[in-house]
């Protein structure tokens, strides 16, 4: 298996994959139009099966300063199996030389938050603030390359 851009045809089966990670994510209500521009920003990545299943999939941006995972999930019946490490190897690779990449998940205490942090600091990211948005708390884990330090 091997991460590659998301295409138009991935919106409707990224939508399945949403509707399976709500309880742990919250409601998405503008999910589809952000996928779409995110799918023509060329910043919309996918893991798919041979039989063209959607395993997970990944959105990223920002600038040569801040780079983000702005959302990551893998399909129930594919995690754990390496899927989601590879969506955060494409985002590093995708990182700007000289910027630090930031990932805001779930904080300690709530439904994915040891399998999330867990991956994120295996890929080199370290845990900085908890911030609060709509009553939902989130942990901050920034990755810094060699040259933004």
């Known amino acids: 298996m091997r991460v590659e851009r998301a ?38 990545y996918c893991v798919r099966s041979s039989s063209s299943f959607l395993l997970g999939a990944m959105l ?5 300063k801040e780079f983000w995972i702005r959302w990551l999930a893998v399909s129930a019946e594919s995690r754990r199996k390496g899927f989601g490490r590879l969506l955060v190897e494409t985002a590093i690779l995708k990182t ?6 930031i990932v805001d998940t779930f904080a300690g205490g709530s439904p994915g938050a040891n399998a999330a942090g867990g991956l994120y600091r295996a890929c080199g990211f370290e845990p900085t603030e908890l911030w609060e948005k709509d009553g939902v708390v989130r942990q901050r884990y920034v990755r810094k390359t060699a040259s933004s330090t």
């Open 7 to 44: 295409e138009q045809n991935d919106i409707e089966p990224w939508m399945t994959l949403a509707q399976q990670v709500i309880p742990f994510f919250g409601p998405m209500p503008d999910l589809e139009v952000i996928v779409q521009r995110k799918i023509a920003q060329q910043q919309a």
């Open 96 to 101: 700007p030389r000289n910027a630090v990449l």
């Open 60 to 64: 990223v941006g920002g600038n040569d």
